[in-house]
């Protein structure tokens, strides 16, 4: 299963709907939607620079929907928006389930969430609106901890690496690759996502050795900063072969 992440409003803040459309065009399974936020400490650089130049172009949560409202004509695979909680708050919990559900988002990924805050504050309100929520655990979460966001899950877990909740695409070392390994022997009714070192077909292929799918995030930044929209589809089938 292949994931894609990409900074809406970026490269050009009207590229967000042509971005999904030749993503799903060229095989990609599930599209993650990057609302950019002004602070972003858990995003790596390059994902930062994304977000940071497309708030400058003029990228808001408001325009998002009102970029998204008829995706749902035109798009079928599941689309997920991850964004930071403090952005979500100031637009209303309840207003951003409610908008995301009328346009067809499936679901949300909030990084700076706990799990236990979501479950006894906002777990009724994703319910009423049908999304679902995807936790991230790195390779210090206990087993524990995973087992219940297991429990309370019902798409898939995303995983990260300990060096940033959601960092850049390097190489995974074998410390990460036994990490995945752990995890996928857990047996957990999820599947688990891998969301670090996916750069190539090679990458992709080690992780979802062991992994359901994997997400590709700077690397696919940096090919839109090069090439364009118009210009990754050589990228993205790349993983296929």
Do not use: W
Not at 116 to 145: C, G, H, M, N, Q
């Amino acid at each position: 299963m292949l994931s894609v992440y990409f900074t809406a409003g970026y490269p050009n803040l009207n590229d967000t709907v042509a971005v999904i459309r030749r993503l799903e065009k060229n095989g990609v399974d599930i599209v993650l939607i990057g609302l950019p936020y002004s602070d972003s400490p858990s995003d790596g650089p390059i994902v930062q620079k994304s977000a940071l130049t497309a708030l400058q172009n003029g990228m808001s949560t408001v325009l998002l929907f009102h970029q998204l409202e008829n995706i749902r004509n035109i798009v079928n695979i599941p689309l997920l928006i991850i964004g930071y909680f403090n952005a979500i708050l100031r637009f209303g919990v309840e207003n951003f389930c409610r908008n995301c559900s009328t346009i067809g988002i499936d679901g949300l990924i909030i990084p700076d969430l706990p799990a236990d805050v979501y479950i006894e504050s906002y777990k009724a309100i994703f319910d009423k609106y049908r999304l679902t929520i995807v936790f991230l655990i790195t390779p210090e979460t206990s087993e524990e901890r995973i087992r219940h966001i297991d429990k309370f899950s019902n798409a898939f877990i995303y995983m990260v690496s300990s060096a940033s909740v959601t960092s850049d695409d390097t190489d995974v070392d074998k410390n990460e690759q036994n990490y995945v390994r752990r995890i996928a022997d857990m047996n957990l009714k999820n599947p688990i996502i891998v969301g670090f070192g996916i750069n190539d077909n090679t990458t992709f292929r080690q992780a979802t050795t062991f992994a359901k799918g994997a997400i590709v995030r700077s690397s696919f930044i940096k090919n839109i900063t090069k090439n364009g929209v118009s210009g990754f589809s050589d990228f993205i089938e790349a993983f296929s072969i």
